[in-house]
């Protein structure tokens, strides 16, 4: 079991995933270090934590390897008992392989996978200076299935599940304290997909509208809920998080057809959207 206290580091903390690990981790006595690029959106929720807890606010682009370093560094002295990271800043990109070119794929891979990367290997020093320590790295579960359209975003969030666990069983040999779990949310109500950037071979606007649309008619799982998942999780030392039903039922999928999963699950996905 690993003991939520002294102080978490999470990314992408302005809102979504991140905002709502917040809110639940200061409540059960976690200081906090905050980072996003949304500084004015970080000190509102600071405000709202309250004196309660210590927290720390940090404007970091994940996608710049020297913006996470001085995160680490900062968040470190600030909280000398931090001892859980969890890299949960995400991004989506829509478009088929065709429709995106090599720059969006690029900028992609910077916040989602080397973001995650670049976080790991920042805090970890530190990490495993405490007693027991827990990194959480958010992949999604198009990091165990990968849908057409979405070939920067899986592969992106495959090499997170890949990296995660194999850092995850090097610590673990090692004899480390520190722990490590990887997430896969499947449909949760934040605001990924209405700010996903769209392919520059994407010219036809109603596709965007009808992707928003399926996702957010789709995504049952409430931030809070999902935080409350990895917080189980965190408690536990998962390895792997598993957030939703859909999730879940995916992931079954894939085992029992690995190589022939898409047609069922497009099936199901379109019943999904529309709400039977």
Same mark, same amino acid.
């Given at each position: 079991?690993?003991? &939520?206290? #002294?102080?978490? @580091?999470?990314? !992408? ?8 690990? =917040? $809110? ?116 999604? &579960?198009? #990091?165990?299935? @990968?849908?057409? !359209? ?8 495959? =090499? $997170? ?116």
């Amino acid at each position: 079991m690993t003991t &939520i206290r #002294g102080a978490a @580091a999470i990314t !992408g903390a302005a809102s979504g995933i991140g905002r709502a690990l =917040a $809110v639940e981790l200061a409540q059960r006595g976690c200081d906090l270090a905050l980072a996003d690029r949304d500084e004015a959106a970080l000190k509102t929720l600071a405000a709202e934590i309250g004196t309660t807890r210590k927290v720390s606010v940090h404007r970091v682009d994940v996608g710049e390897p020297a913006d996470i370093a001085q995160f680490a560094s900062e968040a470190t002295t600030a909280h000398p008992a931090l001892g859980i990271v969890i890299n949960n800043v995400g991004v989506a990109l829509m478009g088929s392989f065709e429709e995106i070119d090599q720059a969006q794929m690029d900028w992609l891979f910077d916040i989602n996978f080397w973001g995650v990367v670049h976080g790991t290997r920042a805090f970890l020093p530190h990490l495993k200076t405490q007693a027991e320590a827990h990194i959480v790295n958010l992949s999604s &579960i198009f #990091g165990i299935i @990968a849908p057409p !359209g979405q070939s920067a975003y899986a592969a992106a969030k495959f =090499a $997170v599940r890949g990296f995660s666990e194999s850092v995850r069983h090097e610590l673990a040999v090692a004899g480390s304290p520190v722990r490590l779990s990887v997430v896969h949310p499947g449909g949760v109500a934040t605001a990924i997909a209405r700010n996903a950037r769209t392919g520059i071979g994407v010219t036809d606007n109603a596709r965007r509208a009808q992707s928003i649309d399926r996702f957010e008619n789709a995504a049952k799982t409430t931030p809070k809920d999902a935080a409350l998942r990895i917080i189980r999780g965190i408690e536990k030392n998962e390895p792997r998080i598993l957030i939703g039903n859909d999730a879940r039922f995916m992931d079954l999928l894939q085992r029992f057809r690995p190589g022939t999963y898409w047609a069922p699950l497009q099936r199901k996905l379109e019943k999904m959207a529309k709400g039977t």
